[in-house]
């Protein structure tokens, strides 16, 4: 497993040597390779948020289709499936770019857990020991400023994608476990951070600092796309 997030964290090693080469400081090299690669995801992150509007559109019928057949599971499935069709909806849609995203997410957080690993430069010895801000050396955990605030960061986005799920017709156990985790992940995340290296800790923050304007945008798109669905709902109807 550790060698497949090296497949990763190696060209990101190559990445991040050359942003800290053009800005010569290895705190901004960081804050713009989180910049970059959250960049690169936001598509996928679109595309979660899209088939999670589709489903939130579709959960009617699934229910209603579920009601019906409820002793013929067999028949179930069939109408389910052609009504994936007919609503051109891939019920994986949502779980693919999680797929994608996780080799990338690991292969990061290996590199900045142990940067020497995957970086060849003889500079970096001495970068990853720089200090940042209020942080005198990035290779060391900051045991609270950080934490703190990679913790909050993670709770408002975490927080604010609960509610995208929840608006998206997620319910049951699997609502009940994120409303825990909503504050179990943010706390967990603050304890690490205490003692990884600040680099990683930064990466963190800023990330989910990042994630909250996603999230903004995203649930704006969502919205906009359940009008859109429902708009041609009625279109349907009327026919």
């Known amino acids: 497993m550790n060698s497949i997030f090296g497949l990763v964290a190696k060209p990101l090693g190559y ?15 960081l804050v713009i ?13 679109a595309r979660q948020i899209k088939s999670t509007a589709a489903m939130s559109s579709i959960q009617p019928k ?7 057949y409820a002793d013929d599971k067999e028949t179930m499935n069939q109408k389910i499936s052609e009504l994936y069709k007919e609503e051109g909806f891939n019920p994986a849609g949502g779980c693919l770019p999680m797929l994608i995203q996780m080799p990338i997410i690991m292969g990061l957080f290996a590199l900045l857990r142990n940067p020497m690993l995957y970086i ?13 801000l209020w942080i005198k050396d990035m290779s060391q955990p900051d045991l609270w400023i950080l934490p703190i605030l990679a913790g909050i960061a993670t709770f408002v986005s975490f927080s604010m994608n609960k509610a995208m799920t929840d608006s998206g017709g997620a319910a049951g156990q699997g609502q009940a476990m994120q409303a825990v985790m909503k504050y179990v992940f ?14 990683l800790a930064l990466y963190w923050f800023f990330g989910q600092f990042i994630q909250i304007f996603f999230n903004i945008r995203m649930n704006k798109l969502r919205k906009d796309m359940q009008k859109d669905q429902g708009k041609n709902n009625k279109k349907k109807s009327k026919k």
Request: net charge neutral.
């Open 33 to 45: 390779l989180t910049l970059i690669v959250k960049g690169l995801l936001y598509p996928l992150y």
């Open 62 to 68: 699934m229910k209603e289709i579920q009601n019906r």
């Open 120 to 132: 060849a430069d003889d500079n970096m010895l001495f970068a990853i020991h720089e200090s940042f």
């Open 15 to 29: 990445l991040l040597t050359y942003i800290y080469n053009f800005v010569g400081s290895y705190g901004l090299a």
């Open 186 to 199: 943010p706390v967990s995340i603050l304890w690490l951070a205490r003692s990884y290296p600040a680099g």
